[in-house]
């Protein structure tokens, strides 16, 4: 069974424009969740998503955003890009998103921010 | 509010030596805990999970975790360190019932020596 995939793996982009990351989900999962790694803040969850719907938000202001669709295929966007937004950005899937579901991370997508 | 601590930043071993990586959270009630690994350039692998029961949890590649309600602990131990566990841990903590959304610890990056 293919693992979690992550598209771009690396991206640079500048100060004030937007970017749109992908992750495509083990095949059944349901919820698909992201994540921002930064060596200041650590893991920080974002959001997740489940059957198309946002279910849980993190403490991330309203630049980031997502969606998901029909096949479990999950974006996210930033907007108006900063530079403190560079970071590892992870995506991760489980079945249905319960607490006692395995979550299964992509390899991330590093975006750099100039 | 959960949290989760990892007093060390780095630590240091010989090869064949036994491990122990700390960790200690703060919840409410009884946390469902979960130990990662991260390899250069990877998403996270779930190494073992804690939701209740028998407080020793065995996990994949040797790795075992004890749950101490009384400490606030769930420390990561293994027997006998390969060279290919160097890699960056983390620990996080997820609230019982409902989605998944876990704290992280800031991780300690294991360095092995031969």
């Known amino acids: 069974k293919a693992g979690v995939t992550q598209t771009p793996r690396y991206l640079i982009k500048t100060r004030g424009q937007q970017v749109t990351l992908s992750c495509s989900p083990i095949?059944?999962?349901?919820?698909v969740s992201w994540y921002q790694q930064t060596p200041g803040q650590g893991l920080q969850f974002l959001f997740e998503?489940?059957?198309?719907?946002?279910?849980n938000k993190g403490n991330f202001p309203g630049r980031f955003s997502g969606r998901q669709f029909s096949n479990s295929r999950s974006e996210m966007n930033v907007s108006t890009l900063e530079l403190g937004d560079s970071a590892l950005y992870l995506c991760?899937?489980?079945?249905?998103?319960?607490?006692?579901?395995?979550?299964?991370f992509g390899p991330g997508t590093r975006l750099t921010v100039l | 509010a959960q949290s989760v601590t990892q007093p060390d930043i780095h630590i240091t071993v010989s090869e064949g030596a036994s491990l122990e990586l700390r960790c200690n959270y703060s919840y409410g009630a009884t946390p469902y805990l979960f130990w990662y690994v991260q390899s250069p350039g990877q998403g996270l692998q779930l190494l073992l999970k804690y939701f209740s029961g028998d407080t020793l949890v065995q996990g994949i590649k040797g790795f075992e975790a004890e749950f101490k309600r009384s400490q606030s602990s769930f420390n990561l131990r293994k027997p006998s360190v390969h060279w290919s566990d160097a890699a960056e841990y983390f620990c996080a903590v997820g609230a019982t019932g409902g989605s998944y959304i876990p704290t992280f610890g800031r991780g300690t990056s294991l360095i092995v020596h031969p």
């Open positions: 991760a899937s489980s079945l249905v998103g319960q607490v006692t579901d395995t979550q299964y």
């Open positions: 095949s059944g999962h349901r919820s």
């Open positions: 998503y489940f059957s198309e719907t946002q279910r």
